[in-house]
């Protein structure tokens, strides 16, 4: 959330209690009455340094494996065949979809919000449907959009919306319209896929645990920023350097004895992996072919890292990121939207040419999503309050392309509080999510997931 958000206290004073229930081992803070648990609760936290990765990490729910057998878990999943990857991104605050699809060829828009409403013709035009542009700010994303990397839901939700942050954004993370779910939708998912052993499976880019990525059986973890290094105890330099290469050389030896034969393995598997992060050592830092946007926002730094640790061949499934700006916005909305709404647009895109150039784009898909959307009409604050339906992406160049619902209309498309009905079920979207692109069986995670039908996402 940006700091010069204007969000409501209920925005304010959900983030502060998730932030210390998901942080494990110090206790949970006093739960306002009706506010679900945040999914990851009580896992276990474990500090780890994954050497041969170069990464420092926070294990979730490692339980009595230990630390040891994370390096040679990571190193062995790393070894293996490359898999697709699933990245969530987060608009945190319930981001106003009648402004990023705003609907220009609605009579009742400018009815409804003689201030906010944008100029005619802002923006450019949505393939989708004739009624709606794109926010100018996503310029970006109607790029991709009309490459056909992008699949827009105009009006996604579920049914009898909830208008708290806290409880919509908990059934967006779970999967489900259960307060009591303790285990995130992509976490119970790598329950079934993941192994025991390789907590980057699932990685949060937040500094703490994502609690859509809070699992049961398997560790996760999250990471503050990506550096790539490798330590040995008072070895440094030239020294170091010859030392690491020898040790690789000396695991690809033939070996009788079978425990030797799974050492030397494990040490060819860590050194394939110094060499591939080589070029990340060091002063350098993240190498991009392409340029991200620069600035005070960690963001496009973050999609950066992630790219390259992707292009490191680091064994990721599911990845986890909160987007820029705050998107409560109860006052002065334009301003504020506008700005996180051009980060995260420039960023994203970026995001996607990058892994374009290194050969990775068929592997990657990119889910945007927030907790809910805004109210049709606006407040008296130059804002807008808590609605129902809100928009949502899907990005990558195995995107099926096109709309997946359709915008209701501000005449019969909103519910008697005024807020934008949904035509897509967020839980449909994660049952062909996780069946198209992550080869899991959505009743094994989504409760009754016999009832949603599975929309073509992949092609």
């Known amino acids: 959330m ?4 204007r969000g409501c206290a209920d925005f304010s004073r959900a983030s502060l209690l998730r ?3 998901a942080e494990a081992g110090r206790g949970l803070p006093a739960i306002e009455p009706g506010m679900p648990l945040p999914a990851g609760t009580g896992l276990t936290r474990r500090s780890f340094v994954a050497r041969s990765a170069g990464l420092a990490l926070a294990v979730y729910g490692a339980g009595s494996l230990g630390l040891g057998r994370f390096e040679e878990g990571i190193a062995s999943a790393a070894s293996g065949p490359a898999r697709t990857v699933l990245v969530s991104i987060f608009l945190e605050g319930g981001a106003d979809g009648l402004s990023l699809l705003y609907p220009d060829g609605d009579p009742r828009y400018r009815v409804l919000r003689p201030k906010l ?41 579920y049914t009898h919306p909830d208008q708290s942050h806290f409880t919509s954004r908990h059934y967006w993370e779970v999967g489900a319209t259960d307060q009591r779910l303790l285990t995130g939708w992509l976490g119970r998912a790598l329950d079934v896929i993941g192994t025991t052993d390789n907590p980057l499976q699932g990685l949060s880019l937040d500094g703490q ?37 020898t040790l690789g050389h000396l695991g690809a030896a033939r070996r009788s004895d079978p425990g030797l034969a799974a050492a030397g393995a494990i040490t060819t598997d860590a050194h394939r992996l110094r060499q591939q992060l080589l070029p990340f050592s060091g002063d350098k830092g993240v190498t991009s072919p392409v340029a991200y946007p620069t600035g005070d926002d960690s963001f496009p730094q973050r999609l950066a890292g992630l790219a390259a640790l992707l292009a490191a061949g680091l064994p990721l499934r599911c990845v986890a990121l909160s987007a820029p700006g705050g998107y409560d916005t109860h006052a002065d ?45 606006e407040n008296g604050s130059a804002g807008t309050d808590h609605g129902a339906a809100g928009v949502g992406f899907l990005l990558g160049s195995r995107a099926a392309g096109g709309l997946l619902g359709e915008f209701p209309g501000l005449t019969t498309g909103l519910d008697e509080d005024g807020n934008v009905r949904a035509t897509a079920d967020f839980r449909a979207v994660y049952c062909a ?3 198209q692109w992550l080869g899991v069986d959505a009743e094994r995670v989504i409760p009754g997931a016999r009832a949603f039908a599975r929309p073509k996402l992949v092609r």
């Open 433 to 435: 999510l996780l069946e």
């Open 209 to 245: 645990l994502a609690p859509a990525l809070a699992s049961a059986k398997v560790p996760v973890a999250a990471i503050d920023g990506v550096s790539y290094s490798f330590w040995t105890s008072h070895v440094w330099g030239q020294v170091e350097e010859r030392m690491l290469d």
């Open 333 to 377: 909305q334009a301003g504020d939207l506008a700005k996180g709404l051009d980060l995260t647009a420039r960023s994203l895109l970026a995001f996607q040419r990058d892994l374009e150039a290194r050969g990775l784009a068929d592997r990657v898909l990119v889910h945007v999503w927030t907790e809910f959307g805004r109210r049709a009409q």
């Open 117 to 157: 409403a944008l100029p005619a013709g802002a923006g450019p035009a949505f393939a989708g449907d004739a009624r709606l542009r794109w926010h100018p700010a996503l310029a970006p994303l109607a790029q991709l959009d009309g490459e056909g990397k992008v699949i827009s839901l105009p009006s996604v939700g």
């Open 19 to 21: 932030r210390a229930a």
């Open 2 to 5: 940006s700091g010069d958000c």
